[in-house]
């Protein structure tokens, strides 16, 4: 047998020998379909922690469903999203009455609320369902699962597509789109695309766990911005670099024998860690460059 095609039968027979490494990938491209970008226009935005505090603030509500209903996919995806909404409403509106910002709120209400949720989880459920929660399991999704997380994906590609304009003026030139859409045309976009956000989350934590939801979203975005100055090229590359991510991560969790969600994690890592050294503005050509600027 040739190396090529040994090396296409390693990449490959995986996924032809396994229904459940099948729908892995499967939910893998989606959540790259669909979160990579909001990653994008969350780094745009100047809010890259925000998606950090949200997947942790989703966690009482998903507590909640697990409670009263088990691990029953429905249940948590509601109180998830119901938590992580509730979050972003409490965050404005102490950033309206007070003196502290948006961020720094929630960076307070995410904390409480991820340990609210840890201890109503141990309280009711064991330490596996615990670990199941905070973890995920992208090997263990179902078909029930993988609809959801197409629907997420669908919803989040036509929403942006819809936004495109209004998520740009806002990011850009929030003053200008005060102007032309009234005071609460900034902060209607706004909303909508944090709900995105929490969708997107809500959608990963079964298979990366909240802990490691955002991964996924963050890293390939934050890895884009080296590699190009235009925003359709930064989303399209993270869109490849998450779906490389998620493929790579599941071959090397198959074959080593370790948990898929935090490999998938740590493949956008070294992606990451390439794009810093390679990348037209990363490390690497900066050097290059030094000479002939000094010259």
């Not at 491209?29 to 603030?57: D, K, N, Q």
């Not at 976009?189 to 490691?212: D, I, K, P, R």
Request: proline content about 4%; glycine content about 10%; some cysteine.
């Amino acid at each position: 047998m040739s190396l090529l095609s040994l090396m296409h039968q390693l990449a490959v027979e995986p996924f032809q020998e396994f229904s459940f490494m099948r729908r892995a990938l499967v939910a893998a491209f989606a959540l790259a379909l669909g979160s990579a970008p909001l990653g994008v226009l969350l780094t745009l935005r100047r809010m890259s922690l925000f998606g950090e505090a949200l997947s942790h603030a989703v966690l009482p509500g998903v507590a909640v469903g697990f409670i009263f209903f088990g691990l029953s996919l429905p249940a948590l995806s509601i109180g998830g999203f119901a938590a992580g909404v509730l979050v972003v409403a409490v965050a404005g509106w102490i950033s309206r009455h007070t003196e502290l910002k948006e961020d720094a709120s929630l960076a307070a209400i995410y904390v409480v609320a991820l340990a609210l949720g840890v201890i109503l989880i141990s309280r009711h459920g064991t330490q596996l369902d615990l670990l199941h929660i905070l973890f995920g399991n992208v090997l263990g999704v179902d078909s029930e699962g993988l609809v959801l997380i197409a629907g997420v994906a669908s919803a989040s590609v036509l929403g942006i597509a819809a936004l495109y304009r209004g998520l740009l003026l806002e990011s850009f030139d929030p003053s200008y789109m005060a102007v032309g859409g009234g005071r609460s045309g900034g902060a209607i976009y706004q909303q909508v695309f944090l709900m995105l956000v929490v969708m997107n989350l809500v959608a990963s934590f079964q298979t990366l766990g909240t802990l490691m939801a955002v991964g996924l979203m963050m890293l390939p975005a934050v890895s884009a911005r080296l590699w190009h100055d235009s925003l359709p090229a930064q989303l399209c590359n993270s869109v490849l670099q998450a779906a490389l991510a998620g493929y790579a991560g599941l071959l090397v969790s198959y074959y080593a024998s370790v948990p898929s969600g935090p490999v998938i994690i740590v493949c956008a890592g070294a992606l990451y860690v390439l794009s810093l050294l390679f990348a037209p503005r990363g490390w690497l050509p900066r050097l290059l460059r030094r000479p002939h600027l000094q010259a």
